[in-house]
């Protein structure tokens, strides 16, 4: 049996729209055209703390990737404001979801909880910025999701910063393919 492309064993792809996402990463980190994240400090910091929230969604952990990559695909930029307003913080469920099972589960969960009222700075360029958001998102098309908010939750420790060039320089682990090559 030959391996897929991309392998089942790392992205699954189980929906269309997985497929979408992961060609555009390609396309995007082959090139080296990131989106540019634009907004005031406090909705760049909002959005990117939803970015990650939203993995938490009971209804559709997609949706906010959906609508980041609309913006992507018209115009390469990233309006936060728009998309806060769509996604408000207490939008996302603080319930305990079912897949919540193991010590890493639960340190997912409960991260993804404290962040809805945590003030964190997100130390960058708005390219930098753009590039961990389609960092990040590749890592949620991939089997190891969890990983890649442990990666933040373990690189910000108890503090209000976090240096965005180190975190994509960490999250290229997660590059199995090497697509930002």
């Not at 064993?9 to 189980?14: D, H, K």
């Not at 497929?19 to 005031?40: C, R």
């Not at 099972?101 to 997912?108: A, G, N």
């Not at 964190?120 to 990040?136: A, L, S």
Request: with cysteine; proline share 4%.
């Amino acid at each position: 049996m030959a391996i897929h492309y991309p392998p089942y064993y790392r992205y699954s792809l189980f929906d269309a729209w997985d497929h979408e996402a992961f060609d555009l990463i390609t396309k995007v980190g082959k090139n080296k055209q990131y989106p540019k994240v634009i907004g005031s400090d406090e909705e760049v910091s909002k959005y990117l703390i939803t970015l990650i929230r939203t993995q938490k969604s009971l209804n559709d952990w997609r949706a906010l990737l959906v609508d980041t990559f609309a913006q992507v695909k018209e115009t390469n930029i990233i309006d936060t404001k728009p998309l806060c307003q769509k996604y408000p913080p207490e939008s996302i469920s603080k319930d305990e979801p079912s897949w919540v099972t193991y010590e890493e589960d639960r340190i997912v969960s409960n991260f993804i909880d404290s962040l809805e009222t945590r003030k964190i700075g997100f130390i960058g360029t708005d390219i930098e910025k753009g590039e961990f958001v389609m960092r990040f998102i590749l890592g949620q098309l991939g089997l190891d999701w969890e990983q890649t908010i442990i990666l933040i939750w373990e690189m910000l420790g108890d503090d209000s910063k976090i240096d965005i060039k180190e975190l994509n320089k960490e999250l290229n682990h997660f590059d199995y393919l090497h697509l930002f090559e």
